[in-house]
């Protein structure tokens, strides 16, 4: 090492220490270590096994697959790990939470956890590959509160072509052309209106949370929910704005944000470290980033105040 790179790691090092940022520092440079060793061991194994068994988090297990580029973010890139944080203490036991997008059932899982056995989780996801993986996941851990779908949500009742990656980007499979991948197939999925599958299950007014990740048909979802939206007991939602997907399905993430004020709801994001919301207003664009929507942020901050360990 030359003398003038070691003068300036000394120096970043000393201007860390006045600025009382030397851990955090060192806690970062640790962590992304791991990140990049846990990188390597993917890569390495990708030709030689299927699955793999992993722990999300404490009393959940998932597989994952080497043919899943989602699998990889989760294994290496601790995907969406905010949200995770969010659901682990803002969901409580008896909670019904409605998981649309469910891929391989990361959220579902975490959420069946958490509300325990006297809750209850709803998960769709429409392709049936993937819907097969989901429900290995469940099996994986027991769960009996659990109940998958093989079916889409949107705004009509009909059959539908959805464009199935067959290259490992099955997170991002859409009813529009998908912005990840590049190999599809179209499999025929069944398509359902929320508020008619709540009507026919008694759970109208009876969710506390749901997650919608559709890759560009979140609005379609929320206008075929309109009744269970409109109402003042109207759940808690999460959902993805990526302005990418929105518009290879003919809307934006304007057009999705607007509705969502026209249902009542308020954006937020979750701030892990506080344990708190904080109001989102409309942005100028929204490359990828997952809003909460309420209508009583009250409620969210008083669950949050309330300490709940993971289980």
Known sequence: MSGTILREKLSRGFTHLRQRTLLKRLQWQWHDYLKQRRLEWWNSQVDKRKKIETRIQQGVKMHLYFDSKLSQLIFCHEFELEERHFLNAFLRRGDIFVDVGANMGLFTLIAAHRVGENGRVYSFEPTFEICR???????????????????????????????????????????????????????????????????????????????????????????????????????????????????????????????????????????????????????????????????????????????????
């Open 133 to 311: 993986r989901l429900i290995q996941n469940i099996k994986l851990n027991n769960l009996n509160n659990v109940c998958s779908r093989q079916l889409a949500l949107s705004d009509v009742e009909s059959e539908g072509l959805l464009f199935q990656s067959q290259d490992g980007y099955d997170a991002w499979n859409s009813f529009a052309k998908p912005i990840a991948g590049e190999t599809y197939i179209k499999e025929t999925v069944q398509c359902k209106r929320w508020d008619d599958f709540a009507r026919d299950n008694q759970l109208l007014g009876n969710v506390t949370m749901m997650k919608v990740d559709v890759e560009g048909w979140e609005a379609r979802v929320l206008n075929g929910a309109c009744e269970m939206l409109s109402k003042k007991d109207a759940p808690v939602l999460l959902v993805e704005f990526t302005e990418e997907a929105a518009r290879s399905a003919g809307s934006s993430c304007k057009e999705l944000y607007c509705l969502l004020e026209e249902f009542g709801y308020q954006m937020y994001t979750y701030h892990p470290k506080f344990r708190t919301i904080v109001p989102d207003p409309l942005r100028d664009s929204y490359p990828y980033v997952n809003l909460i929507a309420t209508k009583d942020p009250h409620y969210i901050h008083n669950r949050l105040r309330k300490k709940s360990f993971w289980r």
